[in-house]
Antibody, heavy 117, light 107 residues
């Protein structure tokens, strides 16, 4: 069955770089895109960026200067790197699958990231 | 970017009520709207895609409608398991954008 699972550090220092991994199973990264979405505590959902099935990427313009998404298809993993973290980046970070012209259908459980010294 | 204005921010309902949530897009989104349910501590669950197509496993008491800029999502006969937050998502143009969410509570 389709599964996505996020992993990464729960605590990051301000100004440091966040590195997260989304490990997928039940589908191929060459057939579907994977998105990163974040949700600050008690708030709504914010799309961060997508790596498409062809390896191209799109980013939220508000985060583009700090954000990089890449993948390793052989390991079925998608990576998020975001630099210059601030306290307002504290959020649950989720990855979600997407096909072209379709909404996000399967999601990971999310990983809570706290930015604090 | 397309803005999605979702209302109301919160909703109080009794079991068996019908409730309706609306999303208005800042431009025509050609029915490319999806609706998600999110329970505390859980990932969003896709309920409806392309305005009104129910996902497998979505109860028939959920429905969606709309066109152009204006869309709605309804739950008829609210059940206790429906207590959650609900989000709309437009996916016609990048970036995909979510509504701010509606928290459904029991009266």
């Amino acid at each position: 069955q389709v599964q996505l699972k996020e992993s990464g550090p729960g605590l990051v220092q301000p100004s440091e770089t966040l590195s997260l991994t989304c490990t997928v199973s039940g589908f191929s990264l060459t057939s579907y895109g994977v998105n990163w979405v974040r949700q600050p505590p008690g708030k709504g959902l914010e799309w961060m960026g997508t790596i498409w099935n062809d390896g191209s990427t799109d980013y939220n313009s508000a985060l583009k200067s700090r954000l990089s998404i890449s993948r390793d298809t052989s390991k079925s993993q998608v990576f998020l790197k975001m630099n210059s973290l601030q306290t307002e980046d504290t959020a649950i970070y989720l990855c979600a699958r997407e096909a072209n012209w379709e909404p996000f259908d399967y999601w990971g459980q999310g990983v809570m990231v706290t930015v604090s010294s | 970017d397309i803005q999605m204005t979702q209302s109301p921010p919160s909703l109080s309902a009794s079991l068996g009520d019908k409730v309706t949530i609306t999303c208005q897009a800042s431009q025509n989104i050609n029915k490319y709207i999806a609706w998600y349910q999110q329970k505390p501590g859980k990932a969003p669950r896709l309920l409806i895609r392309y305005t009104s197509t129910l996902e497998s496993g979505t109860p028939s008491r959920f429905s969606g409608s709309g066109s152009g800029r204006d869309y709605s999502f309804s739950i008829s006969n609210v059940e206790s398991e429906d207590i959650a937050s609900y989000y709309c998502l437009q996916y016609v143009n990048l970036p995909d954008t979510f509504g701010a969410g509606t928290k459904l509570e029991l009266k």
